[in-house]
């Protein structure tokens, strides 16, 4: 089992930024591959980045090239997400799940063992 506690949410203006942070504990953290996804209401759930196991690799769905970066300190157990030049529609609870399979950068949330609460992000205009 692998614990999931994501933090760092909040209400920010258009263009401005916020820093998510996933604490794990449990089982070994550098033994996943990580990843976030969001939910905006009545939306289904979307990809927004992945990590591999050593933070070498990472894969960005298109809507947030650019402007979010996805990191882990494994020495830490903790999994980021550092969110710039925000837009409206960034605006949804984020998840950071864990994926212990072989495809470390899936887009797929079925391919994902383990997942936090949520945090809420809200972005004003």
């Known amino acids: 089992q692998v614990q999931l506690v994501e933090s760092g949410g909040g209400l920010v203006q258009a263009g401005g930024s916020l820093r998510l942070s996933c604490a794990a504990s449990?089982?070994?953290?550098?033994?996943?591959?990580m990843g976030w996804f969001r939910q905006a209401p009545g939306k289904e759930r979307e990809f927004v980045a992945a990590i591999n196991w050593n933070g070498v690799y990472r894969y960005y769905a298109d809507s947030v090239k650019g402007r979010f970066t996805i990191s882990r300190d494994n020495a830490k157990n903790t999994l980021y997400l550092q969110m710039n030049s925000l837009k409206p529609e960034d605006t949804a609870i984020y998840y950071c799940a864990a994926n212990r399979g072989s495809s470390w950068n899936s887009p797929r949330p079925h391919e994902y063992d383990y997942w936090g609460q949520g945090t809420q992000v809200t972005v004003s205009s």
């Open positions: 449990g089982r070994t953290f550098s033994n996943y591959a």
